[in-house]
Protein backbone atom coordinates (compact mmCIF):
# COMPACT_ATOMS: atom_id res chain seq x y z
CA UNK A 1 0.00 0.00 0.00
CA UNK A 2 0.85 3.53 -0.71
CA UNK A 3 1.76 5.28 2.37
CA UNK A 4 1.48 8.46 1.11
CA UNK A 5 -2.43 7.95 1.68
CA UNK A 6 -2.49 7.13 4.95
CA UNK A 7 -3.20 10.25 7.45
CA UNK A 8 0.26 11.79 9.04
CA UNK A 9 -2.06 11.66 12.52
CA UNK A 10 -2.59 8.34 12.09
CA UNK A 11 1.00 7.19 11.20
CA UNK A 12 1.92 8.64 14.33
CA UNK A 13 -0.64 6.90 16.46
CA UNK A 14 0.48 3.92 14.87
CA UNK A 15 4.67 4.58 15.26
CA UNK A 16 3.57 5.63 18.70
CA UNK A 17 1.89 2.25 19.79
CA UNK A 18 4.74 0.27 17.79
CA UNK A 19 7.32 1.52 20.22
CA UNK A 20 4.99 -0.45 23.50
CA UNK A 21 6.21 -3.31 23.96
CA UNK A 22 5.09 -6.28 22.75
CA UNK A 23 3.25 -4.30 20.16
CA UNK A 24 4.88 -4.32 16.33
CA UNK A 25 3.67 -1.96 13.33
CA UNK A 26 0.77 -4.84 12.54
CA UNK A 27 -0.93 -5.07 15.97
CA UNK A 28 -0.14 -1.12 16.90
CA UNK A 29 -2.52 -0.32 13.21
CA UNK A 30 -5.03 -2.76 14.63
CA UNK A 31 -4.95 -1.02 17.41
CA UNK A 32 -5.17 2.43 16.10
CA UNK A 33 -8.22 1.29 13.88
CA UNK A 34 -9.86 -0.13 16.22
CA UNK A 35 -10.02 2.75 18.13
CA UNK A 36 -11.15 4.91 15.05
CA UNK A 37 -14.75 2.46 14.35
CA UNK A 38 -15.82 2.77 17.95
CA UNK A 39 -18.13 5.34 18.48
CA UNK A 40 -16.18 9.03 18.79
CA UNK A 41 -18.80 9.40 22.52
CA UNK A 42 -16.98 5.66 23.72
CA UNK A 43 -13.55 6.65 22.54
CA UNK A 44 -13.53 9.61 24.32
CA UNK A 45 -14.53 7.98 27.50
CA UNK A 46 -11.66 5.90 26.80
CA UNK A 47 -9.32 8.73 26.57
CA UNK A 48 -10.49 10.07 29.60
CA UNK A 49 -9.87 6.70 31.27
CA UNK A 50 -6.42 6.80 30.18
CA UNK A 51 -5.86 9.69 31.72
CA UNK A 52 -7.10 9.02 35.09
CA UNK A 53 -4.76 6.11 34.82
CA UNK A 54 -1.77 8.25 34.32
CA UNK A 55 -2.72 10.37 36.77
CA UNK A 56 -3.79 7.87 39.52
CA UNK A 57 -1.69 4.64 39.15
CA UNK A 58 1.80 4.55 39.95
CA UNK A 59 4.39 1.48 41.13
CA UNK A 60 4.24 0.61 45.13
CA UNK A 61 6.76 2.74 47.03
CA UNK A 62 7.66 -0.72 48.57
CA UNK A 63 6.62 -3.35 46.32
CA UNK A 64 6.46 -2.08 43.19
CA UNK A 65 3.06 -3.02 42.23
CA UNK A 66 0.71 -0.80 40.12
CA UNK A 67 -1.59 1.53 43.32
CA UNK A 68 -3.03 4.66 43.55
CA UNK A 69 -1.81 4.81 47.25
CA UNK A 70 1.56 5.08 48.43
CA UNK A 71 1.88 1.28 49.37
CA UNK A 72 -0.32 -0.93 48.06
CA UNK A 73 -2.91 -2.95 49.19
CA UNK A 74 -0.65 -5.78 50.18
CA UNK A 75 2.39 -4.05 51.32
CA UNK A 76 0.10 -2.40 53.86
CA UNK A 77 -1.88 -5.45 55.07
CA UNK A 78 -0.79 -6.43 58.44
CA UNK A 79 -1.88 -10.11 57.62
CA UNK A 80 0.63 -10.79 55.06
CA UNK A 81 3.40 -13.06 55.72
CA UNK A 82 6.38 -10.60 55.41
CA UNK A 83 9.01 -13.03 55.22
CA UNK A 84 8.17 -14.64 51.79
CA UNK A 85 9.24 -12.07 49.11
CA UNK A 86 7.54 -13.43 45.48
CA UNK A 87 9.39 -12.03 42.75
CA UNK A 88 7.70 -11.32 39.23
CA UNK A 89 8.24 -9.69 36.50
CA UNK A 90 5.15 -7.28 36.35
CA UNK A 91 2.42 -5.89 38.18
CA UNK A 92 -0.18 -8.30 36.56
CA UNK A 93 1.73 -11.71 37.10
CA UNK A 94 1.41 -10.47 41.16
CA UNK A 95 -2.27 -10.02 40.34
CA UNK A 96 -3.18 -13.39 38.74
CA UNK A 97 -1.17 -15.03 41.86
CA UNK A 98 -3.23 -13.29 44.28
CA UNK A 99 -6.50 -14.38 42.22
CA UNK A 100 -5.68 -18.32 43.31
CA UNK A 101 -5.61 -17.15 47.05
CA UNK A 102 -3.34 -19.47 48.03
CA UNK A 103 -0.62 -17.16 48.30
CA UNK A 104 0.04 -15.06 51.61
CA UNK A 105 3.66 -13.41 51.00
CA UNK A 106 4.64 -10.42 49.69
CA UNK A 107 5.72 -8.99 46.70
CA UNK A 108 8.33 -7.74 44.57
CA UNK A 109 7.72 -6.65 41.02
CA UNK A 110 11.25 -6.16 38.60
CA UNK A 111 9.76 -4.39 35.98
CA UNK A 112 10.32 -6.68 33.01
CA UNK A 113 13.39 -9.78 32.20
CA UNK A 114 16.66 -9.73 31.09
CA UNK A 115 16.73 -9.94 27.05
CA UNK A 116 20.58 -8.94 25.60
CA UNK A 117 18.39 -8.93 22.31
CA UNK A 118 16.40 -6.04 23.57
CA UNK A 119 19.26 -4.38 25.57
CA UNK A 120 17.95 -5.05 29.10
CA UNK A 121 20.38 -5.46 31.10
CA UNK A 122 20.37 -5.96 35.25
CA UNK A 123 20.62 -2.18 35.69
CA UNK A 124 17.26 -1.88 34.07
CA UNK A 125 15.51 -3.81 36.76
CA UNK A 126 14.28 -3.23 39.85
CA UNK A 127 16.88 -6.25 41.38
CA UNK A 128 18.85 -3.62 43.83
CA UNK A 129 15.66 -3.08 45.16
CA UNK A 130 15.06 -6.64 45.96
CA UNK A 131 18.45 -7.12 47.54
CA UNK A 132 17.59 -3.92 49.75
CA UNK A 133 14.82 -5.34 50.98
CA UNK A 134 16.19 -8.57 51.56
CA UNK A 135 18.97 -6.81 53.67
CA UNK A 136 16.61 -4.60 55.46
CA UNK A 137 13.70 -6.59 56.52
CA UNK A 138 13.41 -10.17 57.96
CA UNK A 139 13.04 -12.06 54.64
CA UNK A 140 13.34 -16.13 54.98
CA UNK A 141 12.16 -17.03 51.57
CA UNK A 142 12.09 -15.70 47.93
CA UNK A 143 10.27 -17.45 45.33
CA UNK A 144 11.19 -16.03 42.09
CA UNK A 145 7.74 -16.22 39.45
CA UNK A 146 9.26 -14.91 36.66
CA UNK A 147 7.48 -16.58 33.02
CA UNK A 148 8.63 -19.90 31.98
CA UNK A 149 10.38 -18.35 29.02
CA UNK A 150 14.37 -18.49 27.84
CA UNK A 151 14.40 -14.62 29.34
CA UNK A 152 12.41 -15.63 32.58
CA UNK A 153 14.43 -18.42 33.15
CA UNK A 154 17.65 -16.64 32.76
CA UNK A 155 16.20 -13.55 35.05
CA UNK A 156 15.93 -15.98 37.87
CA UNK A 157 19.09 -16.98 37.54
CA UNK A 158 20.66 -14.32 37.79
CA UNK A 159 18.64 -12.97 40.95
CA UNK A 160 19.44 -16.89 42.41
CA UNK A 161 23.40 -16.66 42.17
CA UNK A 162 22.81 -12.63 44.06
CA UNK A 163 20.91 -14.73 46.81
CA UNK A 164 22.33 -17.93 47.46
CA UNK A 165 25.26 -17.24 49.43
CA UNK A 166 22.22 -15.36 51.83
CA UNK A 167 21.00 -17.22 54.92
CA UNK A 168 17.45 -17.54 53.07
CA UNK A 169 15.25 -20.03 51.28
CA UNK A 170 15.61 -19.28 46.97
CA UNK A 171 12.53 -21.30 45.79
CA UNK A 172 11.37 -21.09 41.79
CA UNK A 173 7.65 -21.77 41.43
CA UNK A 174 6.92 -25.01 39.70
CA UNK A 175 5.49 -25.76 36.02
CA UNK A 176 5.35 -27.77 33.18
CA UNK A 177 2.47 -29.61 31.56
CA UNK A 178 -0.69 -27.39 32.42
CA UNK A 179 -3.63 -29.87 33.07
CA UNK A 180 -5.20 -31.52 30.36
CA UNK A 181 -2.62 -31.41 27.99
CA UNK A 182 -1.73 -34.39 25.66
CA UNK A 183 2.49 -35.48 26.27
CA UNK A 184 2.87 -35.74 22.26
CA UNK A 185 1.35 -32.03 21.55
CA UNK A 186 4.07 -30.71 24.11
CA UNK A 187 6.75 -28.94 23.28
CA UNK A 188 10.67 -30.48 24.36
CA UNK A 189 10.84 -27.22 27.26
CA UNK A 190 7.31 -28.08 28.55
CA UNK A 191 8.53 -31.68 29.18
CA UNK A 192 11.52 -31.24 30.25
CA UNK A 193 10.67 -28.52 33.12
CA UNK A 194 7.66 -31.23 33.77
CA UNK A 195 10.20 -33.76 34.78
CA UNK A 196 12.59 -31.71 36.35
CA UNK A 197 9.87 -30.62 38.84
CA UNK A 198 8.18 -33.92 39.70
CA UNK A 199 6.56 -34.12 43.02
CA UNK A 200 6.34 -37.73 45.27
CA UNK A 201 2.39 -39.22 45.36
Partial sequence: MNNSIIPET??????????????????????????LNIPRGEALKLIKTFMEMLEKIHPCRQCGIYTEEELCPVCRDENRDKTIICVVEESFDAFAIER???????????GGRLSP???????????????????????????????????????????????????????????GLPFGAVLENADDFTLSKALEHKTPI
Wanted: proline share 4%; no cysteine.
Fill in 100 to 110: TGKYNGLYHVI
Fill in 10 to 35: LKKVVEEISQLPGYGEKSAQRLAVNI
Fill in 117 to 175: LEEITPEDLNIESLLKRVEENPVKEVILATNPTVEGEATASYIHNLLKNKKIIVSRIGY
